[in-house]
Structure formats: C-alpha cells, structure tokens
C-alpha cells in the first residue's frame, strides 16, 4: 500500500512538476493557498533558514494504516529552499536518512498530529520515508481517521518551467512514490 497524493501549486510526478498534466481527471492543478505558502515560510525561519522565494507547492499525502512510503529524496525542485512537513492524524514513523544512499545511516522518529518538521541546508537532498504509520493514534477530536501529510515546497519554477502538456491522449495518473 502506498499513501495517496494530491499537489497544489504544482503537480508533482517522476521526475518534475506541471500545471495541467497527470491529474486523475486532467484539471489544472489547484493554486497554492497564499496562506499555506506564508506557514512554509514562517517555518523555514523559525528553523533558521533565509528563503526568498515563495513556497509554491504543497503536496498532500494520506495515509491509511496500511500505507508507507519509500526512501526517496525531494530532487525535483529547482531552489534549494527547506522542505517543511506538517502532519495530522495518526502518528507515523518517519525515517530520515543521508544524502548518499537509501540505506543506513538513519534515523526513526516518530512524527504526531500537529508536528511540523523543516529540513534544509545540508539535510534537504536527505532520503527520506514512511516505513510505518501507527493506526488509532489520532487525537479523536480531529475525526481523522489515517495520517495526512503536507510537505510544503520551493519548485523554483518560472511560469513556464514546466513540462509541456502531452499533446493528445488521456491524461496520465503518475505513479506515486513506492
Ligand atoms: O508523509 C511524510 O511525512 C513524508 C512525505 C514525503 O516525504 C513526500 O511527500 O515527499
């Protein structure tokens, strides 16, 4: 099982972002809330870190019980901004790895509902994961059942820096991370 996704701002899919392609119903993505950019912001210089740019995409993860994701690195983005993590829900266990390899060395932490993480500088290309969520773990005032994630990001992209449209054709679901 893998966690299921939407993007604002940007559709994510391997390897890069767009506006109009691979969603699941081939709308144009949905904008980025001017607030939620200004959180990703006020997070990154909580943790210390200058970004100039404004966060722009937001992708949006839930998790079932059953859902994880694999090791993998935020590498799309054209700006080295911090990547910030809000989590809802179900707690999870949140691997954060090294820079080089998807293995070992890494860390386990345990991500809860209201946390928000900020990695950057050294850390922003660090593998990453869900290898596990912690079912019925939720505050019940939130009536969530499940985790959700938003991963706050930089694309770094000009308005034309993404990938064209296909021509023809259905648009394509991109596969999510394994
Ligand atoms: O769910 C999480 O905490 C991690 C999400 C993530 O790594 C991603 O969306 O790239």
Redesign the pocket.
């Known amino acids: 099982m893998t966690?299921r996704?939407f993007c604002l701002g940007w559709h994510w899919y391997p390897y890069g972002y767009a506006r109009t392609v691979v969603d699941g119903d081939g709308a144009p993505v949905k904008a980025m809330p001017p607030w939620l950019a200004a959180l990703g912001a006020a997070a990154a210089e909580a943790a210390g870190h200058a970004v100039e740019d404004t966060y722009d995409i937001a992708?949006v993860?839930f998790?079932d019980a059953d859902a994880r994701?694999g090791m993998?690195r935020?590498s799309d983005e054209k700006s080295s901004a911090p990547v910030v993590?809000l989590?809802l829900g179900d707690t999870?266990v949140?691997r954060f790895g090294n820079t080089r390899t998807r293995t070992k060395p890494y860390t386990d932490v345990e991500?809860r509902s209201g946390d928000l993480l900020v990695f950057g500088g050294p850390s922003r290309l660090a593998y990453?994961?869900?290898p596990r969520v912690l079912p019925g773990t939720a505050p019940p005032e939130l009536g969530l059942t499940g985790r959700l994630?938003v991963?706050l990001r930089v694309s770094g992209l000009t308005e034309e820096g993404g990938p064209p449209a296909p021509a023809d054709g259905p648009p394509s679901r991109a596969p999510l991370?394994p």
């Open positions: 966690a996704q992708l993860n998790y994701m993998h935020d993590s989590s999870c949140f991500l990453h994961g869900v994630n991963t991370k």
